[in-house]
């Protein structure tokens, strides 16, 4: 607020923001990357079956971490 919106960087913001709402951190740097380098670096590719089992072999086999909620079933029934 007042003069040190324009003395601080934008990266410096973050910094007074970590300081002060530790909270608030994670979508201000999702925002910041946004604005630095574009929203293509925040939103996670979609997963593509047949390019990762392309990519696989005897020696490299697929290893699937799956997170709370996600059900790779229909993409396994689709392959």
Request: with cysteine.
């Amino acid at each position: 607020p007042g003069e040190w919106n324009t003395k601080l960087t934008s990266f410096q913001k973050l910094i007074v923001l970590k300081a002060i709402r530790p909270d608030k951190l994670i979508p201000a740097v999702q925002n910041w990357i946004t604005d630095m380098i574009g929203r293509e670096f925040i939103d996670p590719p979609p997963f593509q079956l047949n390019k990762c089992f392309k990519d696989s072999a005897i020696t490299t086999p697929l290893i699937f971490i799956l997170s709370a909620g996600s059900d790779p079933v229909a993409d396994l029934k689709k392959f």
